[in-house]
């Protein structure tokens, strides 16, 4: 953690609505903490290093709320089928590799090494069933300088026999002996049952205990898909949908993540705000996998919490420049086709989500607010050449559109700079 003074064009958000644009203007961060935005920079702070970006953009880091470790390696591929076909033709195969740490070291060290580069400064991710593997995925990441959120697999039924833990209690004694090694700075355990699908009702009640006695988070999967949803129902014909599954076994009191949310009725969408759970929203995987549209303007007018997720591999890219960008051109197409009642995403609200509407789960994270840790990305967007100046926001809508890990010049999380 640092003290220091930044220079150049600054832009965060002061709500889902609303970007606050400071150009040519001064950052500075004290033990690795936001202390303010100055036009001009006080004499009490003349002490501090500065390092001035001339007229480049300054945004905050970036979070990607769900992303998958072990589907880096085939990304971009298995993209004509849907969810429950692509789990058994692709994922599947690909996670029961892990087993080998061999594999898994190089695997998650190209994973780590790209994550590293982009903007996402903060992420949330699966690792597999394998607790050595997802020790190593964890002490990777704790090296490259990312705070995150890492998951050991949970899965005791509905998948292939290399990846099925025997049973429940197999499953919790493996995932109690993965938490008592998970012991990191910055890189925290989450509790990962897979989806309902493949955790049996005694998995589930185990987790939801075990988090309730270690106050630990949970993430997983909601709503993603018609047929996934129609298998939960079929399943757990006691409830009345989807998220009652988890509920019942209070995955959703503790810190919660669940990912897609595509297709929740009124009643869940009730549900999951009064749980305060955190919508990760992951277009261009609900896009590759033909999974639906997720109607993300209703549920910010609603006030549910909702941030991005890359959801590597169905998404094809850890660029969140790039979610950003599907997410605004998706809700478009619900507008047009769907439904007219649920506007489409701005840049400012598909900004939001990428910076403070995620990074939320993480506490004070995502702008540049007093006292918010100093998580920060500088764009060198000087490459993305046009014939007339631009104002810093269209700026960064451009690179909303056009940028990637290329268009980096810095990076910081609280307050470290990485690059």
């Known amino acids: 953690m640092g003290s220091f003074v930044l220079h150049g064009n600054i832009i965060d958000s002061e709500s889902p609505e609303r970007l606050r644009v400071a150009a040519d203007s001064y950052l500075v961060c004290e033990e690795g903490r936001c202390t303010g935005v ?14 001035d970006f001339g007229d480049r953009l300054i945004l905050p880091g970036m979070t990607d709320l769900h992303l998958h470790a072990p589907q880096f390696a085939f990304r971009g ?41 982009s903007a996402t400064t903060r992420a949330v991710v699966f690792g597999t069933v394998h607790p050595a593997a997802t020790t190593l995925l964890m002490e990777l990441l704790e090296a490259s300088g990312l705070v995150s959120y890492v998951g050991k697999v949970n899965m005791d039924r509905d998948c292939p026999e290399a990846l099925r833990e025997a049973d ?27 989806f309902v699908p493949s955790c049996s009702d005694a998995l589930l009640q185990g987790l939801g205990e075990l988090a309730a006695r270690r106050g630990l988070p949970v ?16 399943l757990c014909p006691q409830t009345d949908f989807y998220a009652e599954a988890y509920d019942r076994c209070g995955l959703l009191s503790q810190p919660c993540i669940m990912a897609h949310c595509v297709h929740c009725p009124p009643e869940e969408q009730d549900l999951l705000q009064a749980r305060g759970v955190f919508i990760a929203h992951s277009p261009l995987s609900n896009s590759n996998l033909s999974s639906g549209i997720a109607p993300v303007s209703a549920y910010l007018a609603r006030g549910l919490r ?16 790039r979610v950003m960008a599907e997410a605004i051109r998706v809700s478009k197409l619900r507008w047009r086709l769907a439904d007219d009642s649920a506007s489409p995403l701005t840049v400012a609200q598909a900004f939001y989500l990428a910076t403070r509407g995620g990074g939320a789960f993480f506490g004070e994270v995502g702008c540049f607010e007093p006292g918010f840790a100093l998580d920060a990305v500088v764009l060198d967007d ?16 451009r690179c909303i559109y056009l940028a990637d890990e290329r268009h980096i010049a810095a990076k910081y999380v609280a307050g470290t700079r990485l690059f």
């Open 38 to 51: 100055f036009s001009a920079l006080p004499e009490r702070f003349s002490g501090l290093p500065l390092t």
């Open 77 to 117: 591929l298995g993209m004509d089928l849907e969810l429950l076909d692509w789990l058994n033709a692709r994922t599947f195969p690909e996670e029961a590799k892990y087993a080998d740490l061999g594999y898994a070291a190089l695997a998650y060290g190209q994973f780590v090494d790209c994550l590293r580069r």
């Open 168 to 194: 429940a209690a197999a499953s919790l004694a493996a995932t109690e002996r993965w938490l008592d090694g998970a012991r990191f700075a910055h890189t925290k355990p989450i509790l990962t049952p897979r």
């Open 219 to 234: 993430q997983s999967h909601l709503s993603e898909n018609l047929g996934e949803i129609a298998l939960v129902q079929s």
């Open 306 to 321: 909702v941030g991005l997720g890359s959801d590597l591999a169905a998404g094809e890219t850890e660029n969140l420049f």
């Open 382 to 397: 000087s490459a993305l050449v046009h014939p007339q100046e631009l104002t810093p926001i269209e700026r960064l809508e």
